[in-house]
């Protein structure tokens, strides 16, 4: 029986990022050294946040979660990707379609609302400080992951159901490296209009809401910083909220590129390119932009390969 609502596609064809035989090669080493890197740092993180007690706060904890989705969120694509730089005919079924596309959305979003946790979690040690451990208390911490989590099934199984209500007849090439839905709405040989209002709405809440609740929190964070009286303080702490925007306008803007805007107007080649900084870079750089730079990270590493090293 095929899959669908009367579709009659069974497996799609992806074209991948590029059709240039000649770039395959090293586009493949390319993304495996992306891949290995972002692999080793967010699961070095969870590592060192899991063994090191210390790093058992409010802060570490959204960032634990952080690494652990990244870690997630890269390896729902990055092992098909790979795969495909180096074969012919670039295969996945179209229950593997609709799986890779659900585990995507889930993780993608998921960091969405995660960031602004750890955007609040700032927000309270900086401009609340002596409210800090009632506010950020560990039951909070864990009602603002669940919501973060509860949030992102919710916006998956919408977007989900928005494929599985398409029809497919005969066009089954995805003009992309993974399963998208854009690309893949292109496909459809029904109307799209419904999936692509959904996909709007899901896309605006989970983008735009999360970007400009965070945004407003550092407003706060660098008011209360120019407050300051300390020049090396100030320093500091625009040096971390300066890093944490860049990661945060980088996964938030590639996304608002790729989502907010109708898939008529939207070139997949550029979608591709776009694609690239929220799916493969950002879940690399975020090692190194919220802890490679910290103290108490470079410590609890310390620590842990000194403890290995006297077993």
Do not use: W
């Not at 929220?278 to 990270?297: A, H």
């Amino acid at each position: 029986m095929a899959p669908g609502n009367g579709s009659l596609v069974t497996e799609f064809v992806l074209v991948g990022l590029t059709e240039h035989p000649d770039l395959q090669l090293p586009l493949f080493f390319l993304f495996l050294a992306m891949y290995t890197f972002t692999v080793l740092g967010n699961f070095g993180l969870v590592t060192l946040i899991g063994l090191n007690s210390h790093l058992h706060t409010p802060m570490y904890f959204f960032l634990f979660n952080l690494s652990f989705i990244d870690l997630c969120y890269s390896s729902v694509f990055s092992p098909k990707m790979l795969l495909n730089f180096l074969s012919k005919k670039n295969i996945i079924s179209y229950q593997g379609c609709l799986t890779q596309f659900f585990f995507f959305c889930f993780f993608a979003i998921s960091e969405c609302y995660v960031l602004i946790s750890m955007a609040y979690d700032r927000y309270v040690a900086i401009c609340n400080p002596l409210l800090y451990n009632i506010v950020m208390s560990p039951k909070v911490c864990f009602k603002l992951m669940f919501g973060s989590y509860l949030m992102a099934f919710s916006s998956a199984m919408a977007d989900t159901g928005c494929l599985l209500r398409l029809t497919f007849c005969d066009a089954n090439t995805i003009n992309h490296y993974f399963c998208d839905i854009l690309p893949v709405l292109q496909l459809s040989c029904t109307s799209t209009y419904v999936s692509e209002l959904v996909l709007f709405i899901v896309a605006s809440i989970s983008i735009f809401v999360p970007s400009l609740t965070i945004f407003i929190s550092y407003g706060f964070i660098l008011c209360s910083i120019l407050h300051i009286s300390s020049t090396e303080g100030r320093s500091k702490a625009f040096s971390t909220c300066s890093s944490h925007i860049i990661a945060v306008s980088l996964f938030f803007g590639s996304g608002s590129f790729m989502y907010l805007q109708p898939s008529s107007e939207l070139s997949m080649d550029e979608g591709k390119i776009s694609s690239v900084f929220y799916t493969n870079v950002v879940p690399m750089m975020n090692p190194l932009i919220y802890s490679l730079r910290n103290k108490d990270i470079i410590l609890a590493m310390r620590k842990t390969l000194s403890r290995r090293k006297f077993q």
